[in-house]
C-alpha cells in the first residue's frame, strides 16, 4: 500500500446549526478541522496509509482532535499534545449555497512549539509522497523553514512532493504569502491550487503565465481547482481537463483538502490525467455534500460508485 505523510495545524470547528450570520447562530456542533488533517483522513478513507505530523494543545480539545484523528486510523506517532497551549479554534458561518467564513480563534497555536530539528529523516521511512500546504507556513514565519527542511529531506529520499497553497488572507497577507511560495515551488513536483489562488500568486492565471509558472519552477503537474466549473491540470505541455460533477453543496469547507487527496490517491495508483482529474473531483464534491470539513470525504467504494453514476442500497 502507499503511505503519505502531512504535516500541519488542526483546529477545533465549530460548525453553525443554522445558515446565515454567524451573529445569529446561538448553537455550534463541535467538530474537527485543518486543511492538512483533512488531507490525511481523506488518504485514509480512500485506503492510503496517512502519517500526519503536529503539535496539540495539551487541552480537552486537544484530545478531541487527537482521538478523532486516531479513530480515522491516521498514524499519530508524530502528534504530541503540549501542556500549556490551548487548542485553536475556528468558528464558521454557512451560507444558504454552502459557502462561508471563517472566524479563527487561533493566537499561540500549539505548533509553534515546532522546530525544524523535529523533522527526521527516519520520519519519511516508507513515505511515498509529501503533502505540505500554505496554511501551516501563515501561522508563523518559522514555519517556513520547518517546511523546507521536510522539503530537503524529502528531495534527499527521492519523495515527489505536492503541495497547496490554502491561501488564508486572515493569517497573513498576499505579499507575504507569495515570498514563501517563492521558496517553496522549487521542490514542489505537484501543484494543486484554486484558480484565484494562482490568480492572486501568478498576478494573472492565463494559459501562457501557468505554463510559464510550471516550467520555471519545474513543477510536473500544475493541478487548476475551479470549483463547481471543474479542474484541469498541466502536465508533459499538455491541458487535461474535467468538468465538475453537480451536487447540490451545504457546506463547501473542505472540498479542495478532499480533491487533493482524491488526486493524490489517482497519481499513486498510476490513473491517467483525466482519471486522476475526475477521481479528484468526485472526492471534493461529495465533501461539499455533507457538514463539517471532513466528514464528507468518501470511502473508495463511495466515490467510485458515484464518479460511474452506479446506484446504490440504501435500505
Ligand atoms: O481547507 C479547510 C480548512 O481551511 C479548515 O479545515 C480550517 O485549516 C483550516 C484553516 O486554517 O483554514
Not at 55 to 73: K, M, P, T
Not at 102 to 126: K, V
Request: net charge negative; glycine share 10%; aromatic share 10%.
Amino acid at each position: 500500500n502507499y503511505s503519505v505523510l502531512t504535516l500541519g495545524d488542526a483546529l477545533i470547528t465549530f460548525n453553525p446549526s443554522a445558515t446565515g450570520p454567524l451573529r445569529y447562530v446561538p448553537t455550534f456542533s463541535r467538530k474537527v478541522g485543518g486543511a492538512e488533517l483533512n488531507f490525511a483522513i481523506g488518504c485514509a478513507r480512500l485506503g492510503l496509509n496517512a502519517k500526519w505530523v503536529s503539535r496539540l494543545g495539551g487541552d480537552e480539545f486537544g484530545r478531541v482532535i487527537y482521538n478523532f484523528a486516531r479513530g480515522e486510523g491516521i498514524d499519530v506517532s508524530e502528534v504530541k499534545l503540549v501542556e500549556g497551549y490551548p487548542s485553536s479554534l475556528n468558528f464558521k458561518e454557512i451560507r444558504e449555497d454552502g459557502s462561508g467564513k471563517t472566524f479563527y480563534y487561533r493566537y499561540q497555536s500549539p505548533i509553534l512549539t515546532m522546530e525544524p530539528s523535529d523533522i527526521t529523516l527516519e520520519m519519511l521511512e516508507g513515505v511515498d509522497l509529501v503533502h505540505l500546504t500554505g496554511v501551516f507556513l501563515a501561522i508563523d514565519p518559522k514555519n517556513l523553514a520547518i517546511t523546507k527542511q521536510v522539503l530537503k529531506l524529502a528531495k534527499e529520499k527521492n519523495i515527489p512532493v505536492s503541495f497547496d497553497p490554502n491561501i488564508r488572507l486572515k493569517l497573513w497577507s498576499i505579499e507575504e504569502a507569495i515570498t514563501a511560495y517563492m521558496e517553496i515551488f522549487p521542490y514542489v513536483d505537484i501543484l494543486l491550487t484554486g484558480l484565484d489562488e494562482i490568480d492572486m500568486i501568478m498576478g494573472e492565471s492565463s494559459v501562457n503565465s501557468l505554463e510559464a509558472c510550471a516550467e520555471r519552477f519545474d513543477i510536473s503537474q500544475l493541478v487548476i481547482k475551479d470549483g463547481g466549473n471543474g479542474a484541469r491540470v498541466y502536465t508533459n505541455d499538455t491541458w487535461y481537463s474535467k468538468e465538475a460533477f453537480a451536487v447540490n453543496p451545504i457546506d463547501t469547507v473542505g472540498a479542495g483538502d478532499g480533491f487533493d487527496a482524491g488526486y493524490i490517491y489517482a497519481y499513486l495508483h498510476g490513473y491517467e490525467p483525466l482519471e486522476r482529474l475526475e477521481f479528484a473531483n468526485g472526492v471534493g464534491a461529495l465533501v461539499t455534500t455533507v457538514s463539517g470539513d471532513n466528514e464528507g470525504l468518501p470511502e473508495l467504494q463511495e466515490v467510485l460508485a458515484f464518479i460511474r453514476n452506479e446506484k446504490v442500497i440504501e435500505r
